[in-house]
Every structure is written in C-alpha cells, then in structure tokens.
C-alpha cells in the first residue's frame, strides 16, 4: 500500500471540512427555523478549510511539521464518502431536522475521536493556536448543534 503524501493527507482534510461546509449550508437552506445556527456552522467550516490550507502551505515550506505515518487516510476516506452519501440525501430532501441534528454531532465528534487535527507537529506558536481552534471550534459545533431541539 502507498503511504499518503503529506500534501494528500492534508488535502483529504481540507476536502472534509469544505464538505461539512456544503452539508450545513444545505441545512441552512432546508430548516429555516434553525437557518442562523447552520449558516454560522457553514462559514466556520469555510474558515476551517482555509486554516488547513494556510497550514498545508506552512508544511510545503516546512514550517510546520506533519506526520502522516500516523495519519489514518482510509479512515478519513470512509468519513468523506458516507459525508458525500449524507450530503446526497440532503440535496434530495430526504433528511428529517433530526436526522440533520444527529449526523451533525456524530461527524463532528467523530473528527475529535480520531484526532485528526494533531497530525501537525509545530514549533510555531502561530500554528499551535490555529490547531487549538481547530479542536475547540469543533468541540463547540457539537454543543451548538445540540441546542436545537427538534
Ligand atoms: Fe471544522
């Protein structure tokens, strides 16, 4: 099996956050009642995208260390095809609010259950405070979420 390059692993990261990002906007769209919660989870995960990518760049200069040997990929490859399947439903309407709300809290705690965002070893006190929001914004998407009550 090929090892997962740096640039691909942090590309799969990017790519699962820019798809969490097209879910809540589709949920905004979908549960109007609730468009304010998703639209502001939508736009954090837009932002999240982009942090990944200004470390990804910090890493191609390195900058910033990454240690894809302990990188799970095909565990994220798992997460971004049953998020593309998610995202699917969602396009054709077939997600309850309560379905919407669980698959939120499950995705999200799932990227803190699997560490994703402590592959990145750094020295810079710039890029420790990007991963340390990372993981709290994330931690918070679960709370927030979980405020709706359908
Ligand atoms: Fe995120």
């Known amino acids: 099996?090929?090892?997962?390059?740096?640039?691909?692993?942090?590309?799969?990261?990017?790519?699962?956050?820019?798809?969490?990002?097209?879910?809540?906007?589709?949920?905004?769209?979908?549960?109007?009642?609730?468009?304010?919660?998703?639209?502001?989870?939508?736009?954090?995960?837009?932002?999240?995208?982009?942090?990944?990518?200004?470390?990804?760049?910090a890493v191609e200069k390195g900058i910033v260390g990454f240690e894809e040997g302990r990188f799970k990929a095909p565990a994220l490859k798992i997460y971004i095809a049953h998020l593309e399947q998610i995202i699917a439903r969602a396009e054709k309407k077939e997600l309850t609010l309560t379905s919407a709300v669980s698959y939120t809290v499950d995705f999200e705690r799932s990227l803190i259950e699997k560490n994703v965002f402590t592959h990145f070893d750094s020295a810079s006190e710039q890029a420790r405070s990007v991963l340390n929001r990372l993981k709290s914004e994330t931690e918070a998407h679960i709370q927030k979420i979980q405020t709706i009550d359908p």
């Open 1 to 57: 099996m090929h090892k997962t390059s740096k640039k691909d692993a942090i590309g799969l990261m990017i790519k699962q956050e820019s798809l969490l990002a097209k879910l809540y906007k589709l949920f905004a769209e979908q549960f109007p009642e609730h468009r304010e919660t998703w639209s502001e989870l939508a736009a954090e995960e837009k932002k999240h995208a982009n942090w990944l990518r200004q470390l990804g760049d």
